[in-house]
């Protein structure tokens, strides 16, 4: 089936710094990209839709220049978490909208655990 | 905000058949319901699908009630790796997670 690479699985930082996580779609184009987050024993909670050539599209609530979002190519979208604080650790997951044989539409990643200090 | 209400947890044993329900009251004619599951500290897997007809495939059953406003996940021959939060979906373009089934499969 389609895969959704994600990396890093885990990235622990200092507060301040920029982290950034890259999610690619291995065997299909993905036109578009989800991100969630999602904080310990919760849901995962939408952050925003990243489509390939334009802006982002983010939830209410999401900072958009918190949280850049990239996605310049068929099979790469990524997030930058500028300027990360303890409050943005997290478990952050990408997914990816493609279309398979068997019906499956939105694939996702293993997830990203940040930590920061 | 999430469209979908599931019970926040379920047990069952080892063996049997799990049965997952899941309310769609507001579920339009091309929204799909969907179903995916996480396991602990990993992205969730996709599980099955469907609009209106029921669904089998190699993991589960999907039963769609006829007015389309419920739906039941089986699991045929649940395993203890069947623990895990499961997620009843409906949407088409956009996935938006309620809190899900966390089932716990007993020994």
């Known amino acids: 089936g389609a895969v959704v690479s994600q990396h890093p699985s885990w990235v622990i930082c200092k507060s301040g710094t920029s982290v950034k996580i890259e999610c690619r779609s291995l065997d299909f184009q993905a036109t578009t990209m989800f991100w969630y987050r999602q904080f310990p024993k919760q849901s995962l909670m939408l952050m925003a839709t990243s489509n390939e050539g334009s802006k982002a599209t983010y939830e209410q609530g999401v900072e958009k220049d918190k949280f850049l979002i990239n996605h310049a190519s068929l099979t790469l979208s990524t997030l930058t978490v500028t300027s990360a604080h303890p409050e943005d650790s997290s478990f952050y997951i990408c997914?990816?909208?493609?279309?398979?044989?068997?019906?499956?539409?939105?694939?996702f990643g293993s997830g990203t655990q940040l930590s920061v200090l | 905000d999430a469209k979908t209400t599931q019970p926040p947890s379920m047990d069952c044993a080892e063996g049997r058949a799990a049965n997952l329900p899941c309310n769609h009251s507001?579920?339009?004619?091309?929204?799909?319901v969907y179903w995916y599951r996480q396991i602990h500290s990993q992205g969730p897997q996709y599980i099955i699908h469907g609009l209106k007809n029921n669904e089998t495939n190699e993991m589960a059953s999907l039963i769609i009630t006829e007015d389309r406003k419920s739906s039941t996940l089986i699991l045929p021959h649940a395993t203890l790796r069947d623990t895990a939060v499961y997620y009843c979906?409906?949407?088409?373009?956009?996935?938006?997670f309620g809190k899900g089934t966390r089932l716990h499969i007993l020994p």
């Open positions: 997914s990816a909208s493609g279309w398979q044989g068997r019906g499956e539409k939105l694939f």
């Open positions: 979906i409906q949407g088409d373009d956009k996935i938006i």
């Open positions: 507001t579920i339009s004619g091309n929204e799909y």
